[in-house]
T-cell receptor
Framework: QKEVEQNSGPLSVPEGAIASLNCTYSDRGSQSFFWYRQYSGKSPELIMSIYSNGDKEDGRFTAQLNKASQYVSLLIRDSQPSDSATYLCAVATGGSYIPTFGRGTSLIVHP | KAGVTQTPRYLIKTRGQQVTLSCSPISGHRSVSWYQQTPGQGLQFLFEYFSETQRNKGNFPGRFSGRQFSNSRSEMNVSTLELGDSALYLC??????????????FGPGTRLTVT
């Protein structure tokens, strides 16, 4: 059973701070990792994908992957109230390209 | 480029009825997947279609079925609705055939309420 674990939160950070969201996965064969943002009442929106160990930066977002430790994280720099949402981690193994989703972490950025 | 579209956006059905949901993928995307999202279970995979063929299937009963047309549009059908089928049904499309860069883009979803 492939499992993707996230702390449900809520994670509360002040505006302007760095928000750190973490995700662990059980399948060592996992090769593709995705972060989605989901606002309340809306559908998930792909914000980052990462496939190799290390960091990948896109604007205020940085995805970090450590396959040896089986975790992937998302850092949001200069957090804004508009970043308040649920962040879903999704992981796909080489055996199946269909990702398994975590339950999501709720992020609250307060002014 | 237009995003994934789903119709209808909201549905209210009675237990025992059946329902059909529709999804039009992003232009050029040939892979379409369906997910069910509930507060209790999160986002769960139903099935995936590519070139009118079901390639992958999740762990849902046979009451859940789908199909894909030659223009890549897809429908999913739920027969004999149960109260537990109340959920947000999401369609996602991908331009990638398969492999490690299989990125999915979601539609707005159909909110199904079964009474």
């Amino acid at each position: 059973q492939k499992e993707v674990e996230q702390n449900s939160g809520p994670l509360s950070v002040p505006e302007g701070a760095i928000a750190s969201l973490n995700c662990t996965y059980s399948d060592r064969g996992s090769q593709s990792f995705f972060w989605y943002r989901q606002y309340s009442g809306k559908s998930p929106e792909l914000i980052m994908s990462i496939y190799s160990n290390g960091d990948k930066e896109d604007g205020r977002f940085t995805a970090q992957l450590n396959k040896a430790s089986q975790y992937v994280s998302l850092l949001i720099r200069d957090s804004q109230p508009s970043d308040s949402a649920t962040y879903l981690c999704a992981v796909a193994t080489g055996g199946s390209y269909i990702p398994t989703f975590g339950r999501g972490t709720s992020l609250i950025v307060h002014p | 480029k237009a995003g994934v579209t789903q119709t209808p956006r909201y549905l209210i059905k009675t237990r025992g009825q059946q329902v059909t949901l529709s999804c039009s993928p992003i232009s050029g995307h040939r892979s379409v997947s369906w997910y069910q999202q509930t507060p209790g279970q999160g986002l769960q995979f139903l099935f995936e279609y590519f070139s009118e063929t079901q390639r992958n299937k999740g762990n849902f009963p046979g009451r859940f079925s789908g199909r894909q047309f030659s223009n890549s549009r897809s429908e999913m059908n739920v027969s004999t609705l149960e109260l537990g089928d109340s959920a947000l049904y999401l369609c996602a499309s991908s331009s990638t055939y398969s492999g490690s860069d299989y990125e999915q883009y979601f539609g707005p979803g159909t909110r199904l309420t079964v009474t």
